[in-house]
């Protein structure tokens, strides 16, 4: 009987993909079965991190005996928790479609209920690995719970298909208050809010310790080519490119210092690569400033101060405008795209924060975004 139930699960998960799971054409359903009484619990003590033991569904899988526990920061929600899905937390190496965990965002922190989605496929569209993003139904325990969004995990998978390389260090930044960059001595104790995930028995701390201390010690003269072996600069600046277009409150260049994003280290190098994570807070002041809080971060003052680097910065700017595209262009039309598939099933959500008008006013103002954003910057720069 257990390898028949094997065998009726391997071939579900043969007809399968991530691909399917994160398809961009539709909503799908993820059904969650907690014992009697663990929902409530989850919801009870949703500050806590505590696993319960969860059947998972998706289409025609079916994963028993999961981990589900309640996630996030700012976003800890009892009404409608954010959930961190570990398939392996109870079963030893089990996982669905290759994946050891996923994460479940509650969307409580955007109305629009798709600013990360829309923001992961702006830093795609610019050769930037970032994760994918589906919207789905939550359901528990058999009732509609309300809408989420299935966010691809930063691990070995998600490296190897956009890297190429998993062999590498990988690093999750965890919020540090007014934190960028600054060198914090030689203690690898100082550094521990960068969590290693992968060689986590190991973590190569010593790298990333010479990294920030040739962003604050290399001299002006020599700053470039110190750099240049931990970082690609031209690549870094893209990528804080899309995070400054997308006025990102809560990124590199964060109104609280740094936050939200990933370093690996590739395997065969030194060099680091930032890859994006967290984006519900994106699309913020519309006339934001492009060097909002550039002086407070050691490594970006450091590289506009280069005339070449500040060049391709603004460059690249630009760059990310045309890829937005103007009113009409693919974000104003990923956004309807979007609102089309979604706004049914969020009408329905009664455990969001926000009123449903809330929603539609927040879709309108994404809209106006696409439309005034491009202009404050192109201004702010002094071009057409």
């Known amino acids: 009987m257990k390898s028949a139930s094997l065998c009726l699960l391997a071939c579900a998960l043969a007809a399968q993909t991530p691909a399917d799971l994160f398809a961009a054409d539709k909503v799908n359903d993820i059904r969650l079965t907690f014992a009697p009484g663990d929902w409530e619990k989850l919801r009870a003590t949703y500050l806590e991190d505590t696993y319960y033991k969860v059947q998972f569904e998706w289409q025609s899988v079916k994963v028993a005996n999961i981990g589900v526990r309640s996630r996030g920061s700012g976003s800890r929600?009892?009404?409608?928790?954010?959930?961190?899905?570990?398939?392996?937390?109870?079963?030893?190496?089990?996982?669905?479609?290759?994946?050891?965990?996923?994460?479940?965002?509650?969307?409580?922190?955007?109305?629009?209920?798709?600013?990360?989605?829309?923001?992961?496929?702006?830093f795609r569209r610019m050769g930037i690995p970032a994760p994918s993003v589906a919207h789905v139904r939550v359901f528990v325990n058999g009732s509609y719970h309300g809408l989420y969004t299935v966010v691809e995990p930063v691990d070995k998978l998600f490296l190897k298909k956009y890297l190429g390389e998993d062999g590498g260090q990988l690093f999750d930044y965890e919020w540090q208050s007014h934190y960028s960059f600054e060198d914090l001595g030689d203690s690898n104790e100082t550094y521990a809010f960068f969590k290693p995930k992968t060689n986590d028995k190991k973590p190569d701390y010593e790298t990333l310790k010479a990294f920030i201390q040739t962003i604050n010690s290399a001299p002006d003269e020599a700053f470039?080519?110190?750099?240049?072996?931990?970082?690609?600069?031209?690549?870094?600046?893209?990528?804080?490119?899309?995070?400054?277009?997308?006025?990102?409150?809560?990124?590199?260049?964060?109104?609280?210092g740094m936050n939200n994003f990933y370093l690996y280290r590739r395997g065969a190098s030194k060099q680091f690569v930032f890859i994006p994570w967290d984006k519900d807070v994106t699309f913020g002041p519309m006339k934001r400033s492009v060097w909002n809080n550039a002086e407070t971060n050691v490594l970006v003052r450091r590289l506009l101060a280069i005339p070449a680097y500040g060049a391709h910065f603004e460059r690249s700017l630009q760059t990310v405008i045309a890829e937005a595209g103007p009113s009409g262009g693919w974000l104003d039309m990923e956004i309807n795209r979007i609102k089309a598939q979604i706004h049914t099933f969020a009408a329905l959500d009664t455990n969001k924060p926000y009123s449903t008008d809330h929603f539609y006013t927040s879709i309108r103002d994404r809209h106006e975004f696409t439309r005034t954003r491009p202009y404050a910057i192109r201004a702010e720069l002094g071009v057409r």
């Open 77 to 122: 929600n009892s009404a409608k928790p954010g959930m961190k899905l570990d398939f392996n937390e109870f079963v030893k190496d089990q996982t669905f479609l290759g994946f050891k965990e996923l994460v479940l965002d509650n969307l409580l922190q955007d109305p629009s209920m798709m600013a990360e989605r829309v923001s992961f496929q702006l």
């Open 224 to 256: 470039a080519g110190a750099l240049a072996e931990y970082l690609d600069a031209n690549r870094f600046l893209e990528y804080l490119a899309v995070e400054t277009f997308l006025a990102d409150i809560d990124g590199v260049l964060g109104d609280w």
